[in-house]
Structure formats: structure tokens, C-alpha cells
């Protein structure tokens, strides 16, 4: 079974910046895109930041210049740099990996952890 464990969330002031991680660990598997997608109450899933296994990325204009994405295919881990921070990026940060399986490429999620960003 494949697990992913997020970490790096936090209360922060507008400017301040903040990493964010997201580790598999289970059995053998390759993983092949990465994905940070946020979640703030009463609106709906948006898609931060992807990183392909030979990592090339893309942004969501929202955070384009701030985010930076990145991976460690040996260590199954990937990051998000957040510099800038503000009060709009405030949003409970979930990480998402397509991981191939016997039965085909399977998505799994983060438990997610909680960005705010307050003054």
C-alpha cells in the first residue's frame, strides 16, 4: 500500500515563505506526475503546480513567479517553495501522485495540511 505524508504547513504573515513536502512510502512503485493542488471551503479544487518525472512544470497563473514545485525521484518526494505568501493563498495544500500499478496508473492523495496566511 502506498502512503503519502505531507509536512510544512504553518500560520505565516503575508511576504513570509514557506516549503511544503510530500513523501510516498510503501511498497515499490514509480511515480510519475507529481501535482499540488489546494482547497479552501466553498470553493472547489484547484490545481497549483505539476511536475512530470522528468520534471518539467507547470503553474497556475495564480502563482506564477512565487511557487516553485520540485522533485527527489530517488527519495519519492516532492516539494513546494512558496515565497510571497498572501492572504489569498490561505488553503488547506493537498499533494497528488500518479503512481503505476499492476492494474494501471492509480492516484493517491496527501492528507493534506493547513497554509494560512495572516497578518
Known amino acids: 500500500q502506498v502512503q503519502l505524508v505531507e509536512s510544512g504547513g504553518g500560520l505565516v504573515q503575508p511576504g513570509a515563505s514557506l516549503t511544503l513536502s510530500c513523501a510516498a512510502s510503501?511498497?515499490?512503485?514509480?511515480?510519475?506526475?507529481m501535482a499540488w493542488y489546494r482547497q479552501t471551503p466553498g470553493k472547489q479544487r484547484e490545481l497549483v503546480a505539476t511536475?512530470?518525472?522528468?520534471?518539467?512544470?507547470n503553474y497556475a497563473d495564480s502563482v506564477k513567479g512565487r511557487f516553485t514545485i520540485s522533485r527527489d525521484n530517488a527519495k519519492d518526494t516532492m516539494y513546494l517553495q512558496m515565497n510571497s505568501l498572501k492572504p489569498e493563498d490561505t488553503a488547506v495544500y493537498l499533494c497528488?501522485?500518479?503512481?503505476?500499478?499492476?492494474?494501471?496508473?492509480?492516484?493517491?492523495w496527501g492528507q493534506g495540511t493547513q497554509v494560512t496566511v495572516s497578518s
Open positions: 510503501g511498497s515499490s512503485f514509480i511515480v510519475y506526475t
Open positions: 511536475i512530470t518525472r522528468d520534471k518539467y512544470t
Open positions: 497528488n501522485f500518479k503512481i503505476a500499478r499492476l492494474s494501471g496508473t492509480v492516484d493517491y
